[in-house]
């Protein structure tokens, strides 16, 4: 199936850094959705956008949903070592069934 | 709000044994639900969708014999893994959907087959 292309695909940052990735799309979404996993366990939530340039944040993560509707970032500020895990983003489209496309993850890794 | 169980979290068995893992919303009805297979260092692949009372919806080359899918109520999908062999070895998780939010994922199963 279809997968978002989602860079940097690892990061290994020291602890207090910023962290910025992004998402990028052949094809238009009406939602971007900001998932992380941590090992053995399911993805949960973090952001969700539901409009063209609509910035939202959660705390020390803002996400952005991209003007021209085929890209979504996600910054994370003065990380800390409990933000270690695999970030996905997540596409829907009007007329998919609900179905989410996902991205194909990057990796954190934070060094103290 | 918006929990998804999972059952079991991890189980190995031997080949040719069949294997049902269940996917239940805790505290909403889920209009919808989905599973999901991941490999190890892998993204989430949609398997099928699954609607209460309806046949399930497969995702192109997942077998539907293979991979059986069971919605019996609003709160509670099961997936039963027939016939596994060690290449259906995998994380399995479920999300459940309810309107007007994003979907909400289980914990996930591991499922070795030995």
């Known amino acids: 199936g279809q997968q978002l292309n989602q860079s940097p695909q690892s990061m290994f940052i020291q602890e207090g850094e910023d962290v910025s990735m992004n998402c990028t799309s052949s094809?238009?979404?009406?939602?971007w959705l900001w998932y992380k996993q941590e090992p053995g366990e399911g993805p949960v939530l973090l952001i969700a956008?539901?409009?063209?340039?609509e910035l939202t944040s959660n705390g020390r993560l803002t996400a952005q949903f991209g003007i021209t509707r085929k890209d979504s970032f996600l910054n994370i500020s003065a990380s800390i070592p409990s933000d270690v895990g695999i970030y996905f983003c997540?596409?829907?489209?009007?007329?998919?069934?609900?179905?989410?496309?996902f991205g194909t993850g990057t990796q954190l890794k934070v060094e103290l | 709000g918006a929990v998804v169980s999972q059952h079991p979290s991890w189980v190995i068995c031997k080949s040719g044994t069949s294997v049902k893992i269940e996917c239940r919303s805790l505290?909403?009805?889920?209009?919808?639900m989905f599973w999901y297979r991941q490999f190890p260092k892998q993204s989430l692949m949609l398997m099928a969708t699954?609607?209460?009372?309806?046949?399930?919806?497969?995702e192109q080359g997942v077998e539907k014999d293979k991979f059986l899918i069971n919605h019996a109520s609003l709160t509670l999908s099961t997936l039963t893994v027939t016939s596994a062999h060690p290449e259906d070895s995998s994380f399995y998780i479920c999300?459940?959907?309810?309107?007007?939010?994003?979907?909400?994922f289980g914990d996930g199963t591991r499922l070795s087959i030995l």
């Open positions: 094809s238009i979404f009406n939602t």
């Open positions: 956008l539901y409009k063209a340039g």
């Open positions: 999300s459940a959907l309810t309107l007007y939010q994003p979907q909400h």
């Open positions: 505290d909403f009805q889920a209009t919808t």
């Open positions: 997540a596409g829907l489209f009007t007329g998919g069934g609900n179905k989410l496309t």
């Open positions: 699954s609607n209460e009372g309806s046949k399930a919806t497969y």
